[in-house]
């Protein structure tokens, strides 16, 4: 899709765009989560849907699949911490679209919800990185998210983002690898401009993947 007519289907689903990331905002404010303990939790996922917008065209195939993405953005950590189930995202996304985006939709969010563990990479194997890996647009949603945590660790100078600074940039070469496919699939791609964008952000090269 090129980049005017990704533009075009945001500007046409603006009204409902803006429903759904009202609802997101809402749903993580009824749980009290915060982002950087200052933050309504709304500023992360307002942050990885810009990542979307700013990105999504490289990689999405269809019109049909805007308003999936955009509602994977904003809903991708609803059911790790938001109290929803999988059928609790469902029924959200189904009222904003027809079932099959709404499918892709809630498939994004179970994608992108960590498994059970007890340390950071056990909550994110390969388990984990394969549903990525599998999951339409998923790739790309984890990547905005990323982006988006990454260039907040690397701005903000408190003891928690100058630790997780160095752990974005630790972690880069393998997160990278680990969300990467060699599918022909463009819905599983990630945009070049972006993944140059975040090696840029912490100093990597291509070399050092």
Known sequence: ????????????????????????????????????????????????????????AEVCATEHDVLPLLFGAYYHDSIEDARQTYNDVLATARRYMDDAQARMAAEIAYALTNDKGRTRAERAGENYYRGIRQTPYAPLVKLADRLANTTYSFTHTNAANAHMKDVYRQEMPHFLEAISTQADDPRLALPRRMTDAIRQLVGLTEHDD
């Open 1 to 56: 899709m090129t980049e005017k007519d990704f533009q075009r289907c945001l500007d046409s689903h603006a009204p409902i765009i803006e429903q759904m990331r009202h609802a997101a905002h809402q749903l993580h404010a009824d749980v009290n989560q915060h982002y950087d303990g200052t933050h309504p939790y709304g500023f992360h996922l307002d942050m990885v849907a810009d990542g979307v917008r700013r990105y999504g």
